[in-house]
Protein backbone atom coordinates (compact mmCIF):
# COMPACT_ATOMS: atom_id res chain seq x y z
CA UNK A 1 0.00 0.00 0.00
CA UNK A 2 3.10 2.51 0.71
CA UNK A 3 4.05 1.84 -2.75
CA UNK A 4 0.36 3.07 -4.01
CA UNK A 5 0.66 6.10 -1.52
CA UNK A 6 4.15 7.55 -3.10
CA UNK A 7 2.79 7.13 -6.87
CA UNK A 8 0.00 9.02 -5.69
CA UNK A 9 2.40 11.38 -4.87
CA UNK A 10 4.34 11.43 -7.33
CA UNK A 11 1.12 11.94 -9.96
CA UNK A 12 -0.38 14.25 -7.36
CA UNK A 13 3.34 16.42 -7.91
CA UNK A 14 3.04 16.40 -11.58
CA UNK A 15 -0.16 17.79 -11.62
CA UNK A 16 0.71 20.16 -9.48
CA UNK A 17 3.46 21.42 -11.95
CA UNK A 18 0.73 21.05 -14.37
CA UNK A 19 -1.18 23.50 -13.43
CA UNK A 20 1.91 26.06 -11.81
CA UNK A 21 2.70 25.94 -15.37
CA UNK A 22 -0.60 25.90 -17.51
CA UNK A 23 -2.22 28.69 -15.99
CA UNK A 24 -0.03 31.31 -15.57
CA UNK A 25 0.55 31.05 -19.44
CA UNK A 26 -2.94 30.31 -19.90
CA UNK A 27 -3.54 30.16 -24.04
CA UNK A 28 -0.23 30.95 -25.02
CA UNK A 29 1.58 28.00 -25.18
CA UNK A 30 0.57 24.93 -27.58
CA UNK A 31 -2.25 22.35 -25.89
CA UNK A 32 0.91 19.66 -27.26
CA UNK A 33 2.97 20.73 -24.20
CA UNK A 34 0.17 20.32 -21.80
CA UNK A 35 -0.82 17.05 -23.35
CA UNK A 36 2.82 15.27 -22.68
CA UNK A 37 3.16 16.74 -19.59
CA UNK A 38 -0.12 14.76 -18.18
CA UNK A 39 1.18 11.58 -20.00
CA UNK A 40 4.04 11.86 -17.55
CA UNK A 41 1.38 12.28 -14.79
CA UNK A 42 -0.49 9.25 -16.20
CA UNK A 43 2.68 7.05 -15.73
CA UNK A 44 3.94 8.32 -12.54
CA UNK A 45 0.80 7.40 -10.97
CA UNK A 46 0.74 3.70 -12.72
CA UNK A 47 5.02 2.78 -12.32
CA UNK A 48 6.40 2.33 -9.21
CA UNK A 49 9.98 3.84 -9.16
CA UNK A 50 11.37 2.71 -5.91
CA UNK A 51 14.44 1.10 -8.18
CA UNK A 52 15.05 5.26 -8.81
CA UNK A 53 16.17 5.78 -4.95
CA UNK A 54 19.15 3.57 -5.25
CA UNK A 55 20.32 5.39 -8.63
CA UNK A 56 20.23 8.80 -6.66
CA UNK A 57 21.83 7.73 -3.54
CA UNK A 58 24.67 6.40 -5.55
CA UNK A 59 24.69 9.64 -7.84
CA UNK A 60 24.65 11.64 -4.83
CA UNK A 61 27.49 9.77 -2.96
CA UNK A 62 29.93 9.69 -6.02
CA UNK A 63 29.22 13.44 -6.45
CA UNK A 64 29.49 14.41 -2.63
CA UNK A 65 32.31 11.60 -1.37
CA UNK A 66 31.21 12.22 2.90
CA UNK A 67 32.32 10.11 5.52
CA UNK A 68 30.67 6.66 5.74
CA UNK A 69 27.97 6.82 8.47
CA UNK A 70 28.74 5.48 11.95
CA UNK A 71 25.10 3.74 12.36
CA UNK A 72 21.30 4.80 11.28
CA UNK A 73 18.29 3.64 13.73
CA UNK A 74 15.13 3.19 11.98
CA UNK A 75 11.82 3.43 13.84
CA UNK A 76 10.07 -0.02 13.24
CA UNK A 77 6.61 1.77 14.64
CA UNK A 78 4.95 2.56 11.52
CA UNK A 79 7.41 0.66 8.99
CA UNK A 80 6.47 -2.42 7.75
CA UNK A 81 8.90 -4.63 10.07
CA UNK A 82 8.59 -8.56 9.03
CA UNK A 83 10.35 -11.46 11.71
CA UNK A 84 11.24 -14.77 10.22
CA UNK A 85 10.89 -17.86 12.22
CA UNK A 86 12.21 -20.72 9.87
CA UNK A 87 10.04 -20.57 7.09
CA UNK A 88 7.46 -18.57 9.15
CA UNK A 89 6.72 -15.18 8.62
CA UNK A 90 5.08 -12.66 11.25
CA UNK A 91 4.94 -8.81 10.81
CA UNK A 92 4.41 -5.90 13.19
CA UNK A 93 1.05 -4.23 13.85
CA UNK A 94 1.92 -1.36 11.25
CA UNK A 95 1.51 -4.28 8.62
CA UNK A 96 -1.49 -5.52 9.70
CA UNK A 97 -3.25 -2.04 9.80
CA UNK A 98 -1.92 -2.11 6.15
CA UNK A 99 -3.61 -5.04 4.83
CA UNK A 100 -6.44 -3.92 6.57
CA UNK A 101 -6.49 -0.71 4.49
CA UNK A 102 -5.76 -2.75 1.30
CA UNK A 103 -8.66 -4.81 1.88
CA UNK A 104 -11.01 -1.83 1.97
CA UNK A 105 -9.10 -0.16 -1.20
CA UNK A 106 -9.38 -3.22 -3.41
CA UNK A 107 -13.36 -3.94 -2.62
CA UNK A 108 -13.81 -0.22 -3.82
CA UNK A 109 -11.47 -0.94 -6.84
CA UNK A 110 -13.08 -3.94 -7.55
CA UNK A 111 -16.74 -2.13 -7.60
CA UNK A 112 -15.38 0.40 -10.33
CA UNK A 113 -13.86 -2.44 -12.43
CA UNK A 114 -17.28 -3.99 -12.77
CA UNK A 115 -19.06 -1.07 -13.73
CA UNK A 116 -16.49 -0.60 -16.03
CA UNK A 117 -16.54 -3.12 -17.76
CA UNK A 118 -20.45 -3.33 -17.78
CA UNK A 119 -19.88 0.15 -20.25
CA UNK A 120 -17.48 -2.08 -21.96
CA UNK A 121 -19.30 -4.39 -23.51
CA UNK A 122 -22.68 -2.61 -23.79
CA UNK A 123 -20.14 -0.25 -26.28
CA UNK A 124 -18.98 -3.56 -28.01
CA UNK A 125 -22.70 -4.37 -28.44
CA UNK A 126 -23.07 -0.97 -30.17
CA UNK A 127 -20.03 -1.86 -32.45
CA UNK A 128 -21.10 -5.30 -33.38
CA UNK A 129 -24.04 -3.47 -35.32
CA UNK A 130 -22.31 -1.61 -37.61
CA UNK A 131 -21.02 -3.20 -40.70
CA UNK A 132 -16.72 -3.93 -40.15
CA UNK A 133 -16.02 -6.40 -42.17
CA UNK A 134 -16.00 -4.84 -45.69
CA UNK A 135 -14.94 -1.89 -47.05
CA UNK A 136 -16.18 -0.18 -50.21
CA UNK A 137 -13.28 0.80 -52.93
CA UNK A 138 -13.99 4.73 -52.41
CA UNK A 139 -13.54 3.82 -48.59
CA UNK A 140 -10.44 1.95 -49.05
CA UNK A 141 -9.10 4.32 -51.48
CA UNK A 142 -9.81 7.05 -49.07
CA UNK A 143 -8.57 5.83 -45.79
CA UNK A 144 -5.39 4.72 -47.72
CA UNK A 145 -4.40 8.14 -48.46
CA UNK A 146 -5.38 8.85 -45.00
CA UNK A 147 -2.77 6.48 -43.24
CA UNK A 148 -0.27 7.64 -45.49
CA UNK A 149 -0.02 10.94 -44.75
CA UNK A 150 0.00 10.22 -41.06
CA UNK A 151 2.43 7.27 -41.03
CA UNK A 152 -0.04 4.64 -39.29
CA UNK A 153 0.52 1.20 -40.09
CA UNK A 154 -1.68 -0.69 -38.10
CA UNK A 155 -4.98 -1.90 -40.26
CA UNK A 156 -7.73 0.64 -39.69
CA UNK A 157 -11.36 0.18 -40.34
CA UNK A 158 -13.75 2.93 -41.65
CA UNK A 159 -17.45 2.18 -41.06
CA UNK A 160 -20.28 4.90 -42.52
CA UNK A 161 -22.36 5.75 -39.36
CA UNK A 162 -25.74 6.11 -39.50
CA UNK A 163 -27.61 9.29 -39.80
CA UNK A 164 -27.25 11.69 -36.66
CA UNK A 165 -24.18 9.22 -35.34
CA UNK A 166 -20.91 11.17 -34.15
CA UNK A 167 -17.12 10.29 -35.93
CA UNK A 168 -15.49 8.10 -32.92
CA UNK A 169 -12.48 5.55 -33.20
CA UNK A 170 -12.82 2.21 -31.12
CA UNK A 171 -9.83 -0.42 -30.06
CA UNK A 172 -5.92 0.51 -30.39
CA UNK A 173 -4.84 -3.15 -32.15
CA UNK A 174 -7.86 -2.77 -34.89
CA UNK A 175 -9.01 0.43 -34.30
CA UNK A 176 -12.81 1.13 -36.44
CA UNK A 177 -13.71 4.66 -37.43
CA UNK A 178 -17.16 5.05 -37.68
CA UNK A 179 -17.56 7.96 -39.82
CA UNK A 180 -21.69 9.39 -40.35
CA UNK A 181 -20.20 12.24 -43.10
CA UNK A 182 -20.13 10.84 -46.69
CA UNK A 183 -16.64 9.38 -48.04
CA UNK A 184 -14.76 11.84 -50.22
CA UNK A 185 -16.53 15.06 -48.63
CA UNK A 186 -14.70 17.89 -46.68
CA UNK A 187 -16.41 17.39 -43.66
CA UNK A 188 -15.63 13.57 -43.81
CA UNK A 189 -11.84 13.96 -44.58
CA UNK A 190 -11.43 16.57 -41.72
CA UNK A 191 -13.21 14.13 -39.29
CA UNK A 192 -11.34 10.96 -40.59
CA UNK A 193 -7.87 13.13 -40.11
CA UNK A 194 -8.61 14.33 -36.52
CA UNK A 195 -9.30 10.53 -35.49
CA UNK A 196 -6.21 9.65 -37.38
CA UNK A 197 -4.15 11.61 -35.38
CA UNK A 198 -5.92 10.29 -32.28
CA UNK A 199 -5.11 6.50 -33.77
CA UNK A 200 -1.51 7.36 -34.55
CA UNK A 201 -0.76 8.87 -31.06
CA UNK A 202 -2.72 5.80 -29.35
CA UNK A 203 -4.79 7.81 -27.77
CA UNK A 204 -7.29 5.37 -26.80
CA UNK A 205 -4.48 3.32 -25.02
CA UNK A 206 -3.55 6.72 -22.84
CA UNK A 207 -7.32 7.13 -21.93
CA UNK A 208 -7.81 3.82 -21.03
CA UNK A 209 -4.38 4.38 -18.73
CA UNK A 210 -6.27 7.70 -17.47
CA UNK A 211 -8.85 5.53 -16.29
CA UNK A 212 -6.45 3.26 -14.52
CA UNK A 213 -5.47 5.85 -12.67
CA UNK A 214 -8.55 6.63 -11.44
CA UNK A 215 -9.97 3.74 -10.33
CA UNK A 216 -6.46 2.86 -8.91
CA UNK A 217 -6.57 6.04 -6.99
CA UNK A 218 -10.07 6.67 -6.14
CA UNK A 219 -9.25 8.44 -3.16
CA UNK A 220 -7.14 11.41 -4.45
CA UNK A 221 -9.00 14.56 -6.22
CA UNK A 222 -5.57 14.83 -8.30
CA UNK A 223 -6.56 11.82 -9.77
CA UNK A 224 -10.15 12.94 -10.37
CA UNK A 225 -8.41 16.23 -12.12
CA UNK A 226 -6.37 14.13 -14.63
CA UNK A 227 -8.81 12.32 -15.96
CA UNK A 228 -11.21 15.93 -16.15
CA UNK A 229 -7.88 18.02 -18.33
CA UNK A 230 -6.54 14.66 -20.10
CA UNK A 231 -10.10 14.27 -22.09
CA UNK A 232 -10.22 17.95 -22.89
CA UNK A 233 -6.12 18.35 -23.73
CA UNK A 234 -6.20 15.15 -25.96
CA UNK A 235 -8.98 17.19 -28.09
CA UNK A 236 -7.29 20.17 -27.81
CA UNK A 237 -3.66 19.42 -29.49
CA UNK A 238 -5.53 16.94 -31.79
CA UNK A 239 -7.38 20.18 -33.40
CA UNK A 240 -4.06 22.48 -33.44
CA UNK A 241 -2.46 19.46 -35.41
CA UNK A 242 -5.18 18.72 -37.93
CA UNK A 243 -5.26 22.71 -38.53
CA UNK A 244 -1.58 23.12 -38.76
CA UNK A 245 -1.01 25.02 -41.52
CA UNK A 246 -4.63 25.97 -42.83
CA UNK A 247 -6.28 29.03 -43.59
CA UNK A 248 -8.50 30.85 -41.52
CA UNK A 249 -11.30 29.70 -43.85
CA UNK A 250 -10.76 26.49 -43.25
CA UNK A 251 -10.36 26.73 -39.42
CA UNK A 252 -13.72 28.71 -39.22
CA UNK A 253 -15.39 25.40 -41.51
CA UNK A 254 -13.69 23.12 -39.28
CA UNK A 255 -15.04 24.97 -36.31
CA UNK A 256 -18.47 25.02 -37.36
CA UNK A 257 -18.10 21.15 -38.04
CA UNK A 258 -17.36 20.76 -34.26
CA UNK A 259 -20.40 22.61 -33.81
CA UNK A 260 -22.92 21.08 -35.82
CA UNK A 261 -21.05 17.57 -34.49
CA UNK A 262 -22.14 18.67 -30.79
CA UNK A 263 -25.93 19.61 -31.52
CA UNK A 264 -26.18 16.32 -33.01
CA UNK A 265 -27.85 13.41 -31.10
CA UNK A 266 -25.18 11.16 -29.51
CA UNK A 267 -24.67 7.22 -28.04
CA UNK A 268 -24.85 8.41 -24.32
CA UNK A 269 -22.89 5.13 -22.93
CA UNK A 270 -20.45 6.29 -25.44
CA UNK A 271 -19.71 9.28 -24.67
CA UNK A 272 -19.14 8.31 -20.89
CA UNK A 273 -16.73 5.11 -21.82
CA UNK A 274 -13.84 7.40 -22.28
CA UNK A 275 -11.95 4.56 -24.24
CA UNK A 276 -12.85 5.53 -27.27
CA UNK A 277 -12.52 9.21 -29.62
CA UNK A 278 -14.67 11.34 -30.67
CA UNK A 279 -14.59 14.50 -33.08
CA UNK A 280 -17.61 15.71 -31.11
CA UNK A 281 -18.22 17.08 -27.33
CA UNK A 282 -20.21 18.95 -25.19
CA UNK A 283 -20.92 22.51 -25.51
CA UNK A 284 -18.65 24.08 -22.73
CA UNK A 285 -15.76 21.72 -24.08
CA UNK A 286 -16.59 22.78 -27.67
CA UNK A 287 -16.30 26.85 -26.75
CA UNK A 288 -12.85 25.62 -25.27
CA UNK A 289 -12.12 24.15 -28.40
CA UNK A 290 -13.14 26.87 -30.97
CA UNK A 291 -11.02 29.49 -28.24
CA UNK A 292 -8.33 27.09 -28.46
CA UNK A 293 -8.21 26.89 -31.91
CA UNK A 294 -8.92 30.79 -32.50
CA UNK A 295 -5.92 31.44 -29.89
CA UNK A 296 -2.30 31.51 -31.79
CA UNK A 297 0.46 29.51 -29.86
CA UNK A 298 3.75 28.67 -29.76
CA UNK A 299 5.31 25.18 -30.47
CA UNK A 300 8.81 23.87 -30.23
CA UNK A 301 8.83 20.59 -29.96
CA UNK A 302 12.62 19.76 -29.37
CA UNK A 303 11.49 22.83 -26.56
CA UNK A 304 8.97 21.08 -24.94
CA UNK A 305 10.50 17.85 -24.75
CA UNK A 306 13.22 19.56 -22.67
CA UNK A 307 10.63 20.93 -20.60
CA UNK A 308 8.68 17.77 -20.00
CA UNK A 309 12.34 15.84 -19.37
CA UNK A 310 13.36 18.61 -16.67
CA UNK A 311 9.88 18.32 -14.58
CA UNK A 312 9.97 14.33 -14.85
CA UNK A 313 12.99 14.94 -13.25
CA UNK A 314 12.50 17.27 -10.38
CA UNK A 315 9.12 15.12 -10.28
CA UNK A 316 11.28 11.83 -10.11
CA UNK A 317 12.46 12.85 -6.49
CA UNK A 318 9.44 11.86 -4.75
CA UNK A 319 11.15 8.66 -5.10
CA UNK A 320 12.65 9.28 -2.10
CA UNK A 321 9.56 8.64 -0.35
CA UNK A 322 9.58 4.89 -0.65
CA UNK A 323 10.07 3.10 2.40
CA UNK A 324 12.20 0.06 2.84
CA UNK A 325 10.52 -3.30 4.35
CA UNK A 326 12.83 -4.38 7.47
CA UNK A 327 14.01 -8.15 8.00
CA UNK A 328 14.98 -9.90 10.98
CA UNK A 329 15.98 -13.71 10.81
CA UNK A 330 15.01 -15.82 14.46
CA UNK A 331 16.07 -19.20 15.09
CA UNK A 332 13.96 -21.69 13.77
CA UNK A 333 13.13 -22.63 17.66
CA UNK A 334 12.92 -19.25 18.85
CA UNK A 335 9.90 -18.99 21.24
CA UNK A 336 6.81 -17.14 20.67
CA UNK A 337 7.70 -14.62 23.59
CA UNK A 338 11.28 -13.93 21.34
CA UNK A 339 8.76 -13.47 18.67
CA UNK A 340 6.49 -11.31 20.24
CA UNK A 341 9.04 -9.00 21.50
CA UNK A 342 10.69 -8.59 18.47
CA UNK A 343 7.09 -7.56 16.78
CA UNK A 344 6.66 -5.22 19.29
CA UNK A 345 10.21 -3.63 19.18
CA UNK A 346 10.47 0.21 19.17
CA UNK A 347 13.60 0.69 16.85
CA UNK A 348 16.14 -1.01 14.87
CA UNK A 349 20.05 -0.22 14.76
CA UNK A 350 22.03 -1.05 11.56
CA UNK A 351 25.65 -0.30 11.13
CA UNK A 352 27.55 0.26 8.11
CA UNK A 353 28.65 -3.26 6.51
CA UNK A 354 32.45 -3.87 7.55
CA UNK A 355 32.37 -1.20 10.16
CA UNK A 356 34.46 -2.03 13.42
CA UNK A 357 34.22 -1.28 17.27
CA UNK A 358 36.06 2.70 16.45
CA UNK A 359 33.49 3.23 13.64
CA UNK A 360 30.41 2.90 15.48
CA UNK A 361 31.78 3.60 18.85
CA UNK A 362 29.95 7.15 19.26
CA UNK A 363 27.21 5.85 17.82
CA UNK A 364 23.60 6.45 19.60
CA UNK A 365 22.28 4.56 22.50
CA UNK A 366 25.57 2.17 21.75
CA UNK A 367 27.72 4.85 23.61
CA UNK A 368 25.39 4.49 26.60
CA UNK A 369 26.68 1.27 27.91
CA UNK A 370 29.68 -1.08 27.79
CA UNK A 371 29.46 -4.82 26.58
CA UNK A 372 31.42 -6.36 29.02
CA UNK A 373 29.42 -9.56 29.59
CA UNK A 374 27.22 -11.26 27.44
CA UNK A 375 23.84 -10.72 29.63
CA UNK A 376 24.27 -7.45 31.73
CA UNK A 377 22.38 -5.30 33.71
CA UNK A 378 22.95 -1.12 33.48
CA UNK A 379 21.44 1.33 35.67
CA UNK A 380 20.59 5.05 35.64
CA UNK A 381 24.28 5.93 37.19
CA UNK A 382 25.67 3.87 34.08
CA UNK A 383 26.65 0.49 36.73
CA UNK A 384 27.00 -2.39 34.57
CA UNK A 385 26.14 -5.80 36.34
CA UNK A 386 26.21 -9.32 35.22
CA UNK A 387 23.13 -11.78 34.79
CA UNK A 388 23.37 -15.36 34.80
CA UNK A 389 21.15 -17.52 32.67
CA UNK A 390 20.96 -20.39 34.85
CA UNK A 391 19.56 -18.44 37.88
CA UNK A 392 15.47 -19.30 38.70
CA UNK A 393 12.73 -17.58 40.48
CA UNK A 394 13.36 -19.79 43.52
CA UNK A 395 16.75 -18.36 43.91
CA UNK A 396 15.57 -14.94 44.94
CA UNK A 397 13.07 -16.31 47.46
CA UNK A 398 14.15 -15.14 50.59
CA UNK A 399 14.68 -11.57 49.40
CA UNK A 400 12.85 -8.88 50.68
CA UNK A 401 13.51 -7.18 47.08
CA UNK A 402 14.61 -3.19 46.62
CA UNK A 403 14.43 -2.71 42.89
CA UNK A 404 15.82 -0.16 40.56
CA UNK A 405 15.49 0.66 37.31
CA UNK A 406 17.57 0.05 34.06
CA UNK A 407 18.19 -1.66 31.29
CA UNK A 408 19.26 -5.30 30.34
CA UNK A 409 21.39 -5.97 27.24
CA UNK A 410 22.30 -9.50 26.13
CA UNK A 411 24.76 -9.61 23.39
CA UNK A 412 25.35 -12.85 20.86
CA UNK A 413 28.14 -12.93 19.07
CA UNK A 414 27.44 -15.45 15.47
CA UNK A 415 29.74 -17.54 13.95
CA UNK A 416 30.05 -15.25 10.44
CA UNK A 417 31.93 -12.89 13.28
CA UNK A 418 29.01 -10.80 13.65
CA UNK A 419 27.03 -10.47 16.61
CA UNK A 420 23.73 -8.99 17.88
CA UNK A 421 22.26 -6.73 20.81
CA UNK A 422 18.96 -6.83 22.50
CA UNK A 423 18.05 -4.41 24.75
CA UNK A 424 15.45 -4.00 27.31
CA UNK A 425 13.74 -2.26 29.88
CA UNK A 426 14.26 -3.81 33.02
CA UNK A 427 14.23 -3.43 36.83
CA UNK A 428 16.93 -5.16 39.13
CA UNK A 429 16.73 -5.86 42.67
CA UNK A 430 20.02 -3.86 44.69
CA UNK A 431 20.03 -6.95 47.65
CA UNK A 432 19.94 -10.34 45.78
CA UNK A 433 20.42 -8.72 41.85
CA UNK A 434 17.07 -10.92 40.48
CA UNK A 435 16.28 -9.18 37.55
CA UNK A 436 12.77 -8.77 36.11
CA UNK A 437 12.64 -8.04 32.04
CA UNK A 438 10.47 -5.76 30.77
CA UNK A 439 9.45 -4.82 26.99
CA UNK A 440 12.13 -4.77 24.60
CA UNK A 441 13.72 -1.13 23.33
CA UNK A 442 15.68 -2.01 20.27
CA UNK A 443 18.17 -4.52 18.57
CA UNK A 444 21.45 -3.66 17.41
CA UNK A 445 23.07 -5.60 14.87
CA UNK A 446 26.87 -5.47 13.73
CA UNK A 447 28.50 -7.18 10.75
CA UNK A 448 31.74 -7.24 13.00
CA UNK A 449 31.54 -7.87 16.16
CA UNK A 450 32.93 -4.77 18.28
CA UNK A 451 32.93 -6.53 21.64
Known amino acids: MEYLLVMSLSGSTMMVLYLLLKYPLKDKVSARLYYLILKEAVLFFLIPMPFLKGWYRKLI ?122 TGSWEAEMHVRHEMVHIKRLDVLWKMLARLVLILHWWNPFAWMLRREFERICEYSCDEIVMQGRTSGEVKEYL ?62 TVFAYRDTYHQELSENASQEEVTGA ?84 QRCSKCGYVVRGERIAVYTYEVCPH
Open 61 to 182: RTAIPRRQPKGVRIPVAWTRYVVHVGEKTYVNSYGIIQTAVVAVWLLIVCIMMVRLFLKYFRIRRLILTYEVTEMTEKQQSFLAEMKKQYGVKRPVMLCQGRNGDHTMTFGVCRPVIICGKE
Open 343 to 426: LRVHDFSFTPDGADGEAIKDYGEVEEFEIIYDKQFIDTERNIYPCMDEETDTTYESCSHDFVSGALAGHTKKSDASCEIKQYHA
Open 256 to 317: GQLIDESCAASDKDAASMGWQNGFADDAEHIKNRIRNLSTKKKWNRYVAWMLAAVLAFANSM
